[in-house]
């Protein structure tokens, strides 16, 4: 049973670029989100993804834009890269409204 | 921002000790999930709690959602080497909202 995983683990960008991160989720769940976890804090919330429609968004701008495929599958896109966008994106995977969320290993972002 | 605080921010304990950490919040949480973050690695889910009072094992480790409902415990018991990471407090801040809010977390550290 094929838990979360995330392409690319590591990425460096150059500032202004743009970077696409993905994710398959947890085998029978239909629920992504994606967070941002900056070094030394917790992560934070960017947004979910439920039936290929952004269910709930986070306090971050629209430099951030992501989709769910047909088959769950999700993408997060950052536009316009800034130093401070440097951070682990995780992506997790969850059943319907069930709150308990499973990560995948995270994709670490460079931004130099 | 943060509005899960964990305490303590970190612990320096020798192997087979027991770890206690609670995490507090102002707002009434109605669900409480502890995760455990290696570095370099994304948070896996340890417990789950969904009622206030309720108390929970997973093998060596127990959480309790306290009854104000603004706070949750967690205890480790005989500490191993494995023990080692970050133990962040989530929940979702409003009730029926999906979006996790995390805490401050706790960083655990064994003395040989």
């Known amino acids: 049973d094929a838990g979360v995983t995330q392409s690319p683990t590591h990425l460096i960008k150059t500032r202004g670029q743009q970077v696409t991160l993905r994710c398959s989720p947890k085998s029978g769940h239909d629920t992504v989100s994606w967070y941002q976890q900056a070094l030394g804090q917790g992560p934070q919330f960017i947004f979910q993804y439920y039936e290929e429609e952004e269910r709930q968004r986070g306090n971050f701008p629209d430099r951030f834009s992501g989709h769910q495929f047909p088959n769950y599958s999700s993408e997060l896109n950052v536009n316009a890269l800034l130093l401070g966008d440097s951070a682990l994106y995780l992506c997790a995977s969850s059943l319907g409204t069930d709150l308990r969320a499973f990560f995948g290993q995270g994709t670490r972002l460079t931004v130099v | 921002g943060q509005q899960l605080n964990q305490s303590p921010q970190s612990m320096f304990i020798q192997e087979g000790e027991d770890v206690s950490m609670n995490c507090t919040s102002s707002?009434?949480?109605?669900?409480w999930l502890w995760y455990k973050q290696d570095p370099g690695e994304g948070p896996v889910l340890l417990i789950a709690?969904?009622?206030?009072?309720e108390l929970t094992s997973n093998g060596r480790l127990t959480a309790q959602f306290g009854i104000t409902r603004k706070d949750s415990f967690l205890n480790i018991s005989a500490s191993i080497p494995s023990d080692v990471g970050i133990y962040f407090c989530?929940?979702?801040?409003?009730?029926?909202?999906?979006?996790?809010?995390f805490g401050t977390g706790t960083r655990l550290t064994i003395i040989p």
């Open positions: 707002s009434i949480f109605n669900t």
């Open positions: 989530a929940g979702p801040l409003r009730f029926g909202n999906e979006k996790l809010t």
């Open positions: 709690l969904y009622k206030a009072g």
